[in-house]
Structure formats: structure tokens, C-alpha cells
T-cell receptor
Framework: KAGVTQTPRYLIKTRGQQVTLSCSPI?????VSWYQQTPGQGLQFLFE???????NKGNFPGRFSGRQFSNSRSEMNVSTLELGDSALYLC?????????????????FGPGTRLTVT | AQRVTQPEKLLSVFKGAPVELKCNYS??????LFWYVQYSRQRLQLLLR??SRESIKGFTADLNKGETSFHLKKPFAQEEDSAMYYC??????????FGKGTKLSVKP
């Protein structure tokens, strides 16, 4: 089974621009979560999508948004980029969200997209 | 507050020595805890979770609710164990809350 894929793998943008990152979950997985990883803050939860709906959201400004398509693929968008948005953005997929119906579903992570804002 | 603390940024041991990576959490209710590992140039992957009570690659972790800890242990470290280790807590909304990570370096 193919793993979670993320495109592009590397991206360089200028402050003020916007960027869109893409995530394709493992086949059959319907939940997609996004995390930001930086040396200072570590791994921080951005948001989770399930059945094309945002299920919950972390503590990030409105410049960070996302969506999920009917095939479970997800995109995240960052508008008006700031230098501090430079990070590794990780996507993770699971069959169902978190703990559903008493079953805990494992999250499988993609390789990440390295975003550099100059 | 829901929080995970890994007090050590770096842990360096010799091959064959015991290893303990510390993890403390803050959570109201019954926590669900995980250890994730990231080897060099590889993606983040689940190592073990407390509900399965299994041993993976010789690692074990016991949930201690009294001390709010979930330390990761291995009796004899191997060079291939060198990696970044993250402790994570499933938050009340289902998302994972990660600690800052501990870099384990096993010297020959």
C-alpha cells in the first residue's frame, strides 16, 4: 500500500506571497491532519479534515486554511507569508479520526513539505 | 491544559547501555499516549502506544498515572536506535499533541 504523499517536497517563497501544499492520504483513509514542525516550537497541530469538513483546528492565525476533496486528498493554504512560516509541514492520514467508536486509529505521516520564506 | 514535556533535548549513551527517554504529560481524564520515532531522512512513524502494551524493537513504555509519565525504555541500546523520539498525547479533540522531542545518540 502506498504511503502518504506530499507535494511539493521543497518550496521557496517570498514574504507576502501565498502557497498551497498538497497531501494524498493512504488509500481508504478518510481523515487528514496537518502539522507544522519548526526547531523552536516542535510539532504543532494545524487542523484535521474528515469527509470534506474541518473537524478541529489548532491555534494558528486565519492565514492558514485547508480543505479536503471528495477523494480525501487535502490541501493547505497559507496566505500573506511571513518569515516565521518557514517550516516543515507534515500531513498525516488515518482511516477514521482519532478515537472513533472506541477504536484508536493510527496516524501515518507523509515526508513533509519544506517551506522556506525569504 | 493539555501538554507533553520531554525534558531532555539530547540523550547520549554507549551501545549496550540502558536507555530511558522521559515524557511527562498534563491531561484531565484518561490519557492516550504514544511514542513516535524519526530516523535520519525518514518520515515520522509510530513506535508504540500505551493501550497496546507491546514491545517494539526492544522498547517498552509504561503509563504511570500517578506521576503522569510515559517514559520510554530499552535495556540495551543499539546504534540503529539513534533517532529523534517524540512523545505524543491524544488531545480531547482527537489531535496529537507532541513534546519537543529527544535526540537519542547511541555511540559505538
Amino acid at each position: 500500500k502506498a504511503g502518504v504523499t506530499q507535494t511539493p517536497r521543497y518550496l521557496i517563497k517570498t514574504r507576502g506571497q501565498q502557497v498551497t501544499l498538497s497531501c494524498s492520504p493512504i488509500s481508504g483513509h478518510r481523515s487528514v491532519s496537518w502539522y507544522q514542525q519548526t526547531p523552536g516550537q516542535g510539532l504543532q497541530f494545524l487542523f484535521e479534515y474528515f469527509s470534506e469538513t474541518q473537524r478541529n483546528k489548532g491555534n494558528f492565525p486565519g492565514r492558514f486554511s485547508g480543505r479536503q476533496f471528495s477523494n480525501s486528498r487535502s490541501e493547505m493554504n497559507v496566505s500573506t507569508l511571513e518569515l516565521g512560516d518557514s517550516a516543515l509541514y507534515l500531513c498525516a492520514s488515518s482511516f477514521l479520526p482519532g478515537t472513533s467508536g472506541g477504536t484508536s486509529y493510527e496516524q501515518y505521516f507523509g515526508p513533509g513539505t519544506r517551506l522556506t520564506v525569504t | 491544559a493539555q501538554r507533553v514535556t520531554q525534558p531532555e533535548k539530547l540523550l547520549s549513551v554507549f551501545k549496550g547501555a540502558p536507555v530511558e527517554l522521559k515524557c511527562n504529560y498534563s491531561y484531565s481524564g484518561s490519557p492516550e499516549l504514544f511514542w513516535y520515532v524519526q530516523y535520519s531522512r525518514q518520515r515520522l512513524q509510530l513506535l508504540l502506544r500505551h493501550i497496546s502494551r507491546e514491545s517494539i524493537k526492544g522498547f517498552t513504555a509504561d503509563l504511570n498515572k500517578g506521576e503522569t509519565s510515559f517514559h520510554l525504555k530499552k535495556p540495551f541500546a543499539q546504534e540503529e536506535d539513534s533517532a529523534m523520539y517524540y512523545c505524543a498525547l491524544r488531545g480531547s479533540q482527537g489531535n496529537l499533541i507532541f513534546g519537543k522531542g529527544t535526540k537519542l545518540s547511541v555511540k559505538p
